[in-house]
């Protein structure tokens, strides 16, 4: 899932800083999780790209509510600055429905 910013329906970051946001975006990501079949227990890997490092545990609270039965891989970085003047981006990875990669081989053996 791209990046994605506390955005409402209009195209403009929802009033609040970095709390409200971080919850927008994560009700975004949500509804294209759902819409691909999917939920939050499907996340394997998420990006958190922040304006100011030291809001990080203001925006963790907020993952939390999100991520109650696992808590996939995360990274987290401080960028100069987000689209549209925004505090945070949050973009995920997630595997949504059944995957057969066949056998794996590595040195003529089978993993």
Avoid at 22 to 41: D, F
Avoid at 70 to 77: E, G, N, T
Avoid at 83 to 109: H, Q, R, T, W, Y
């Amino acid at each position: 899932i791209s990046g994605q910013l506390g955005m409402s329906v209009n195209g403009s970051l929802v009033e609040g800083g970095v709390v409200a946001e971080a919850e927008k975006a994560l009700e975004n990501m949500g509804h294209i999780l759902s819409a691909a079949g999917g939920g939050y227990k499907d996340v394997i890997k998420t990006t958190v790209l922040i304006k100011d490092i030291n809001q990080f545990s203001q925006v963790n609270n907020i993952y939390a509510k999100f991520f109650k039965d696992h808590q996939p891989a995360r990274a987290a970085f401080q960028v100069g600055a987000l689209p549209k003047g925004g505090n945070v981006e949050i973009e995920a990875v997630a595997l949504i429905g059944a995957v057969d990669v066949g056998s794996v081989f590595i040195n003529n053996g089978i993993l």
